[in-house]
């Protein structure tokens, strides 16, 4: 192999979560607030059980055949996403949403922060995606 460039795949992993949250942005008022987000900016919040994927994109080590060992992307997740945001009202109990709308935009924003900054080799980060609802998805790729 000896002159031939890895293969390179893409490894994903998938976590579910349960936040609750309310949309509410303090740059505006609680009637812009109410038209902006209507039942979503519920007072008392709502909930969502997430559906996340991390992909990561990378060569195929040509001795261990992984581009990483998927025991070290659930331990990044756990830290990056399951302990900071599992049963957690994100707005009272994440301080990056104290002065940040908690939308899944925002949400997948903090997720793909979070897990650049624990994994050994941050440029393997490809992908970000959450379900928030089996209708609604986004995706992120840090541009």
């Not at 979503?40 to 195929?60: D, S």
């Not at 990044?76 to 049963?87: C, E, F, N, Q, T």
Request: aromatic share 6%; glycine share 6%.
């Amino acid at each position: 192999m000896a002159g031939n460039p890895s293969p390179i795949a893409y490894l994903t992993r998938i976590e579910k979560i349960s936040s609750c949250h309310r949309l509410h942005s303090l740059q505006l008022s609680d009637a812009e607030n109410l038209e902006t987000y209507g039942k979503c900016n519920n007072p008392n919040g709502h909930g969502h059980n997430y559906t996340i994927e991390v992909t990561l994109r990378g060569p195929v080590c040509p001795i261990k055949g992984m581009v990483l060992n998927i025991n070290d992307l659930k331990k990044v997740m756990k830290l990056g996403i399951m302990d900071p945001l599992d049963h957690k009202n994100l707005d009272k109990d994440v301080p990056y949403f104290k002065n940040v709308v908690s939308t899944t935009e925002n949400v997948v924003v903090y997720i793909w922060n979070n897990l650049k900054k624990l994994l050994e080799d941050p440029k393997l980060l490809y992908e970000v995606k959450i379900y928030e609802t089996d209708k609604n998805v986004v995706t992120y790729r840090g541009e």
